[in-house]
């Protein structure tokens, strides 16, 4: 069964280091999304791509926060410099986009911790 | 701003038990609303519904949405301990299929 892959799964980091995250979506799956998930919390959305161009980052940091999908196929999440309080987990998910199919489907996710 | 809501925020029940969980929600364009099961990993897709009144079933889960009173509920029939997790349940919207979460409820299934 085909799956969203990510890496690394855990990362431990000092603050003011720079991090990256990178995330295969399903294949075939056009569109991707970055979500960030706090201890007790939902996941919420960090940003969304459609194909390679970017839909949603409202809710993206981006003064320390980027993302891209170059090809429109596997994406990285960077951020730069890490604060205490990135510590969270970071989800990828994809799903079939343009009316094919809505259901996103999660990669396993990877654990941050900024010290 | 879109918000979702779940309730109970948690509890523990015995195997064999039936537990259900709520979510209501207010959001603009929606779409769709979708259950995940969420144990020490990412979230797992259990159901979507975008139609009120239309029984979902996959074993001993169940869900069910009302598009008029804006909530859904997911039933967890003769629970086991397998089913200890977070649910988590999610709001589509028009605008781009984004999902809006709610804070989830923690299930404890004791033997």
């Known amino acids: 069964e085909a799956e969203v892959a990510q890496s690394p799964r855990y990362k431990i980091t000092e603050k003011s280091q720079a991090v990256a995250f990178w995330c295969d979506p399903i294949s075939g799956h056009a569109t991707l999304y970055w979500y960030r998930q706090i201890l007790g919390q939902g996941p919420e959305l960090l940003v969304q791509f459609q194909d390679e161009s970017v839909v949603d980052d409202s809710q993206l940091p981006k003064d320390r926060f980027s993302a891209e999908r170059l090809k429109g196929v596997d994406s990285t999440l960077k951020i730069q410099p890490a604060e205490l309080g990135d510590s969270a987990m970071y989800l990828c998910?994809?799903?079939?986009?343009?009316?094919?199919?809505?259901?996103?489907?999660f990669g396993p996710g990877t654990r941050l911790l900024v010290l | 701003e879109d918000k979702v809501v779940q309730s109970p925020l948690s509890l523990v029940v015995h195997e064999g038990d039936t537990v259900t969980l709520n979510c209501s929600y207010e959001v603009t364009n929606f779409r769709s609303l979708l259950w995940y099961k969420q144990e020490k990993k990412a979230p797992t897709f259990l159901f979507m519904l975008?139609?009120?009144?239309i029984e979902k079933k996959s074993g001993r889960l169940s869900s069910i949405l009302d598009k008029k009173e804006l909530f859904s509920i997911l039933n967890i029939t003769a629970t086991q301990t397998g089913d200890s997790a977070i649910y988590l349940c999610?709001?589509?919207?028009?605008?781009?299929?984004?999902?809006?979460f709610g804070g989830g409820t923690r299930v404890l299934v004791k033997p």
């Open positions: 999610a709001v589509g919207t028009a605008a781009g299929n984004k999902l809006t």
């Open positions: 975008t139609s009120s009144g």
């Open positions: 998910a994809s799903s079939l986009g343009q009316g094919r199919g809505e259901t996103q489907y």
